[in-house]
């Protein structure tokens, strides 16, 4: 059927009245239209999307839910880190931050924006041309999980922004928290009651389950709310448009995005005790849940001056309220040795039940923190949990402490190896130094073959302690020397088994050069930190050689990781472990990826692509890097710009919307004959 120009004139019509209506309702929270009115004007834009498929865009309002149910959720590199938070649970401990920031820089003033902590999931938003193009989960900061499809459905979060005066704008990334409000939450648990099924937990978890739901209907009824709090902007100069936080929160607003209304400006950390203290209580009477204060210098210009830890923002805190907390008895202090030497001291405790789980030992961090709370073994103490993931000795209650009870000294030698342990002058650890100490030996290998570095499947705690207390492994290196055959004097250790395993620690030869450095167990170099010096330095031998300022210089990485790879470095036993593992074939660069070229230019430069179906052998992020390599583009949705639909078995919609807009469809074997002509 031919479009006429007023259809084509009234769908753009109704589809700016029906965002209009969304924007006041769901983010304003100041309806323009009648229940009825929104639904007899969504059927009518409905309509003439099926008479017409060549007018549905990606950011009209019919396309917050998805048609057909995911088979699985692809992994995406975030285009900028998303870091954690640096937790403080107290005033105390908030005046320690903000000792410690000001001890890098020195400002006449600061100013701080108080935000509250929503209890929700982290997912990050790429726009382009103003038009929704990715929604991801956090992940681990690096990569997190495409969720485009479910993130449609969150009525809070514009599909094309505002762009009133920002119409150069090439790409804009948005960070926020997605969440349940309670009153919604208790709904979903009702329902579930009455059909049998499990309960939610909690509304932050119940948030998390629901992004990841494969079938998007399903989030769409489960009504998830949206707070956006983070802007990042490409393509022009931030500074021309936000040069606070402050700022960039009215912006977000301006761009359609909600924002929580309780956040403050603060002059002093006075203003933001009393915003906590405030938010104690009244959080209480909240339509959704808060587990804490977040806490912003307000300066973009402080914020890049003071950079990243190996873990956390300098310029940011999450103040927390205080975690579920319950009094138990300690039965003996444990010392712990880890890879770096560290002694850890632990309290044993009697079992109870904590936010859910039950918890028998609760770190004590070192001497100083044992000396803070003279804990003895026999005491009755609080513990919590921190963040509500790490148990923690609150306090000891001395009025219970019985009578024969003595002050813990902490070892002068490792309890591991038995040599004498040290303690360097501004350090509040006590360090094993014994490079032959076998704690430390199995704490690098647990490292190395963790999910994060090597990712080496089968190989646990047991089984790395049994490799080396038989004298099977002194080094990572030495798992690459190991044979079936002399694995069987190991515990319940077959011939199968032993050859499974061989399989897995060759399998780890192939990881990249990022999990390879991470691996390499550099003190304060966790896995984010890695992806980016792999990224600055793309082979061993180049990080090798690099100068400790330029190290210091890239984004998010700072001095202190840049002293400490500096130093590695230096050190002959480490270019030794370097050699062999370069010599059983590990990755020590990165793999450079050649573009498909034809007589010097890119084959596919400026084709656009849309991948649909399931192909014979290539999963779909192949044939999206295939794609790209040979300079070409790959969307979600189907338009009159898509140039080739590649087209797979169980096809769907995009391949009827193709074949009415007359676009070329291919398949797998004629797709790969366009990239080998």
Known sequence: MVQTHSEVKRVEELRQLLQQASYAYYVLDAPIMEDAVYDQLYRELQQLEIQHPELVTPDSPTQRIGERPATQFLS?????????????????????WDQRWRRQVAPTEAEYVAELKIDGSAIALTYEDGILVRGATRGDGVTGED?????????????????????NIAKVEVRGEAFLPLEVFKQINEERHKAGEQLFANPRNAAAGTLRQLDSRIVARRRLDFFAYTLHISGMDDASIANTQWEALELLQKMGFRVNSQHQLCQSLAEVTDYYKYW??????????????????????????????????RWAVALKYPAEEAPTRVENIAVNVGRTGALTPLAQMRPVQLAGTTVSRATLHNSDRIAQLDIRIGDTVIVRKAGEIIPEVVRVLKELRPADTQAFIMPTDCPVCGQPVVRETGEAVTRCVNASCQAILKGSIEHWVSRDALDIKGVGEKL??????????????????LTAERLFVLERMGEKSAQKLIEAIAQSKNQPWSRVLYGLGIRHVGSVNAQLLS??????????????????????IGAEIAQSVYQWFRIDANQTLIERLQAAGLQFAKTEEIPVMDNGILKLKGKIFVVTGTLPTLKRDEAKALIEK??????????????????????????????????????ETQFLEILED
């Not at 979060?157 to 005066?165: A, E, K, T, V």
């Not at 790395?464 to 020397?481: C, E, F, I, R």
């Not at 969307?635 to 007359?662: F, I, M, P, R």
């Open 147 to 167: 969720i485009t499809q479910n993130v449609r459905t969150i009525r809070s979060i514009p599909l094309r922004l505002n762009f009133d005066g920002m119409e």
């Open 535 to 556: 990224e600055k330095y793309r082979a061993v031998v180049e990080l090798a050689s690099a100068k400790q300022s330029d190290i210091a210089g890239i984004y998010g």
């Open 76 to 96: 995406v590199r975030h285009n900028i880190p998303l870091y954690s938070l640096e937790n403080a649970f107290n005033i105390d401990e908030l005046q320690a």
């Open 280 to 313: 104690d209580t009244e959080r209480l009477n909240l339509p959704y849940m808060t587990d804490g204060v977040v806490l912003k210098l307000n300066s973009f210009k402080l914020q890049e001056q003071l950079g990243f830890t190996q873990k956390f923002p």
């Open 464 to 481: 790395v302690h049994q490799l080396v207390d038989k004298g099977l492994v002194h080094s990572v290196a030495d798992l690459y020397d």
């Open 630 to 667: 040979a300079g070409g583009k790959v969307t979600d949705s189907v338009s009159k710009k898509t140039d080739y639909l590649v087209v797979g078995e169980d096809a769907g919609s995009k391949l009827e919307k193709a074949q009415a807009l007359g676009i070329a469809q291919l398949t």
